[in-house]
Each structure stands twice: as structure tokens, then as C-alpha cells.
């Protein structure tokens, strides 16, 4: 039961948002669960699909099998990112959430089935494109289902359930493959189809995820759907129209424009540490096959340490100066990574450099919900997706190419001698990357002015604090 103070903390908006208060929502607790399943569902088919293609390759073509998995998973978001934050602008994005993890969860439980790995292709394609919609639509609800102080809270929320399910997805693979290959003796179908299992299981998850959303109140909601009622009939050349006054949003904002830059420079520097981490922990620091396993260990701990950390640290500075400090922090650290000469020491740095990329993601989104319209909202975030995606990809293929162009090389300083590989100046140069997107994010929030709530007061504020002094009143007449 409330007490009198927190009864009236909360008619005066001046309630601290907790995680407790959050979860007790019924709406956002139901996306959350949802969230949760499709997540860990997620990750295991990844696994999944994963181990199908390399296995339908064989031994030659394996690796190549499973780069065409991740093509088929990135060009969706290229060609088709903008259209999906049309389509989360104007219909409703519970009906899309629900629509996209139902026919998710068929086309996974349908590769269990599938022969051949154009069939595969195809599918991966067609559930990333579903992607597109649940993504832009999930986000854009968000700031409808919860109030404005407890944001910060949803969004750690949001990625610490979508980035932390990651070793529960493989766990989940690794043991249903094993017991598909103990009972394969004994049906015929698992002998040679040790995925469908995990397949199976993660279609489920995403028709549960699908139930949850159901029963999600938007309370704001109510206009978006009156304005959709009252736009004209989707059409391509319409959807177009819809786009471009998207990207002329991000253009006429400075605080979105800054944001969007900085979260799509910073995707750019971490596609340095994605396509180059297992090089460098292998040739490089001489730390084997299981390295790269420590190196993203370190990474995942230390960015669910700083989005769980966003809520207490803006008690004691700015939101804004936040995400470009951690963007300069994480970094920095990055710097730092590449120099070091042993694995230990390495993931020992890691652990700072994701919290700080995980305050700073967290922080960039919350901003972007706080000052981005409802009805620009989910062309914004599809935005994002896309130039996200698309630096990455440029990034998972020019790092590579650049450190082996450089190739390896060596220096003698003070007598000792210094590992100048080609791998290590990529990672520098990812890292000055970062540092850059820092800068500009910095530049840009400080040209714009933050629309931040102010607490509702039973009595209103004076501009200027109370003072003591002495009034001097003269009487008498003439």
C-alpha cells in the first residue's frame, strides 16, 4: 500500500521511476513477456538456421552457407527499412506486432521441412523483413504504454531482454539438439534434422509473444488511429511521400539529425570490434579458438552494466551530456583494447567499453522517444535501423579489407617492440570512429534544446528562489 508521500509524489509528477513501478504496468509487463519469448526465440532459431546451412553446405561451402544467411538478414533493412516505418506510422502497430511474430514463427517452424538452402535464403529474407515491421512498431509504442519518466527504464528494459537472451537462445539450441540427436535413433526424421527441435520450439515462443501483444491498451493511441482513419488509401506513391517527409523530419530537427548520426557512426566503429574481435583475440593476442568467447562475455556484462545504470546516473547529469560521454568513453576504451598485449587484459578493458556503448544506446533512444512526435515516430526509428544496418554492413566489409591490406608490421620504441598489425590500426580506426560520433552528437545536441518534462507542483514555482529582506511602507496623507 502507498504511503501519503508516494500518494502525493505521484499528483505532483515528482514519483522516482522504479523498476518495480514498470513492470507493474499491465500493458508494458505484457510487452515485456513478449519481448522476452521472441528475443530468446529469436537468438535460438539464429543458432538454429545457423547449424542448418552450415550443415546443408558441408564442409566446403559451410562458411559461405552461413555469409549468406547474414546477406539474406541485412538486405531487408536496406531495401525496405523506410517503407516498414510507413507502415508503423499509419496502421496499428499492435495488429502489425501480432500479424509479423505469427508468420515468423510458421516460417521457422517451416525450415525444419526445407531441403535446400535457396528455400532457406528466401525465408531468412522474408523473416527479416517481418523484423522491420515488429521493430519500428515495438519502439514507437513504447512511449505510449509508459510514462515519460519511466522511458530510461523501458528502454534498459527493451535492450538488456534483447541483447541479454543471447546465451539463453544458444543454451536452448544446444540442449534440444542434443536430445534431437538422442531420439534420431529412434525416429527417423530427427537422425538427420538435429534443428527442428529448437525450430519448434521457437515458433512457439513467437505465437506466445504474439498473445502477449494482444492484450496490450496503447492509452495514446487513440490518435494515430483517428488520423490514420482520416489519411487516404495507402498506395506506393503515397508510401514514397510518407519517406520523404520522414527524412525532411530528420533534416529540420537538429536534436533527432545529431542522434541518429551519432547511434549510425557508432554501429559503423562496432562493426570494427564484430568483424575483427575473433582475428585479433586469435592471431593477434594468441589466445585461441576460445578468446573471442571471453572477449564477448566481458562485452555482454559490461553493456547490461551501463543500460542498468541509466536510471541512477541521470539523477546526477543530463540525459544528453550522457550519451555523447558515454559515445566518447566507449571509445576511448576501444583505443585502449587494441593496444593491449594478453586476452586478460583485453577483456578487462571490454567490460567499460560496453557499459559505456550500452549507456550510450540506451540514452539515444530514450532521447528520440522524449522528442520525436507520435507521428513521425516510427519513420524515425525505421530510419535509424536502416542506416544502422547499412553501416554496419560497410563496416563488417571494410575494416576486414583494410587490416588486410596493411597487413603485419612491426616497430622498435625505446628499445622495445611495438605490434603495428593491420589489425590493430582497424580497431583504431573503428574506435577514432566512435570518438567522432561522439563529437558530432555533441555539436548537434548543443545547437538544440531538449524538451524535458517538469513535474507537475501542487503550488506554483517562483522563477527566483525566496529571499529575506525589509518592506518599507509610508503612511500618512499629503
Not at 95 to 108: E, F, N, S, T, W
Not at 143 to 151: D, E, G, H, S
Not at 312 to 326: C, E, I, P
Amino acid at each position: 500500500m502507498a504511503t501519503v508521500a508516494e500518494e502525493i509524489a505521484a499528483l505532483r509528477g515528482t514519483r522516482r521511476a522504479t523498476f518495480k513501478d514498470l513492470l507493474r504496468n499491465p500493458s508494458f509487463s505484457r510487452l515485456w513477456r513478449s519481448m522476452l519469448a521472441s528475443s530468446a526465440a529469436d537468438w535460438t532459431c539464429f543458432v538454429a538456421v545457423a547449424s542448418l546451412v552450415a550443415r546443408l553446405g558441408g564442409e566446403r561451402l559451410g562458411g559461405t552457407a552461413v555469409a549468406g544467411v547474414m546477406v539474406a538478414r541485412l538486405l531487408p533493412s536496406v531495401l525496405f527499412g523506410p517503407i516498414a516505418g510507413v507502415f508503423a506510422d499509419r496502421f496499428d502497430r499492435r495488429k502489425l506486432m501480432i500479424g509479423a511474430h505469427v508468420a515468423r514463427g510458421v516460417m521457422y517452424a517451416s525450415m525444419a521441412f526445407v531441403p535446400s538452402l535457396w528455400m532457406i535464403y528466401l525465408l531468412s529474407f522474408s523473416i527479416e523483413c517481418l523484423s522491420l515491421i515488429w521493430n519500428p512498431a515495438k519502439d514507437a509504442i513504447v512511449p505510449n504504454l509508459v510514462p515519460r519518466r519511466q522511458l530510461a527504464n523501458a528502454n534498459s528494459v527493451n535492450m538488456v531482454t534483447t541483447y541479454g537472451t543471447l546465451p539463453l537462445g544458444a543454451t536452448i539450441y544446444t540442449a534440444l539438439a542434443g536430445i534431437a540427436t538422442a531420439i534420431g535413433a529412434r525416429i527417423d526424421f530427427f537422425e538427420g534434422r538435429p534443428e527442428a527441435l529448437a525450430l519448434w520450439l521457437g515458433a512457439l515462443a513467437f505465437f506466445f509473444s504474439a498473445r502477449m501483444v494482444s492484450g496490450i491498451d496503447p492509452r495514446r493511441g487513440a490518435g494515430l488511429r483517428a488520423r490514420a482513419g482520416a489519411a487516404p488509401r495507402l498506395s506506393p506513391g503515397l508510401a514514397f511521400q510518407e519517406i520523404r517527409e520522414g527524412i525532411r523530419f530528420l533534416r529540420k530537427h537538429a536534436l533527432v539529425r545529431a542522434m541518429t548520426l551519432g547511434i549510425v557512426m557508432a554501429f559503423a566503429g562496432a562493426g570494427a570490434v564484430m568483424s575483427l574481435g575473433p582475428v585479433f583475440s586469435r592471431y593477434t593476442l594468441h589466445a585461441g579458438s576460445t578468446g573471442f568467447g571471453f572477449l564477448m562475455i566481458a562485452l555482454g556484462a559490461g553493456m547490461g552494466l551501463g543500460m542498468a545504470s541509466l536510471a541512477v546516473l541521470v539523477r546526477f547529469v543530463d540525459r544528453d551530456r550522457l550519451h555523447y560521454g558515454a559515445l566518447f568513453g566507449s571509445g576511448l576504451f576501444l583505443l585502449v583494447i587494441a593496444a593491449m598485449p594478453t586476452i586478460g587484459l583485453a577483456a578487462l578493458f571490454t567490460v567499460p567499453m560496453g557499459a559505456a556503448a550500452g549507456l550510450a544506446w540506451v540514452s539515444g533512444y530514450t532521447m528520440l522517444q522524449e522528442n520525436v512526435s507520435d507521428e513521425f515516430r516510427g519513420r524515425t526509428f525505421a530510419s535509424l535501423t536502416v542506416s544502422a544496418h547499412i553501416a554496419l554492413f560497410l563496416s563488417l566489409a571494410g575494416f576486414p579489407a583494410l587490416a588486410t591490406a596493411v597487413g603485419n608490421h612491426s616497430a622498435t620504441l625505446a628499445g622495445r617492440g611495438v605490434d603495428l598489425s593491420g589489425t590493430r590500426l582497424a580497431l583504431w580506426l573503428g574506435a577514432l570512429v566512435v570518438v567522432s560520433a561522439s563529437m558530432l552528437s555533441r555539436r548537434g545536441l548543443k545547437r538544440s534544446r531538449l524538451a524535458r518534462p517538469r513535474a507537475l507542483g501542487l503550488l506554483p514555482k517562483s522563477r527566483k528562489p525566496e529571499g529575506t529582506g525589509k518592506l518599507i511602507v509610508f503612511e500618512g496623507g499629503e
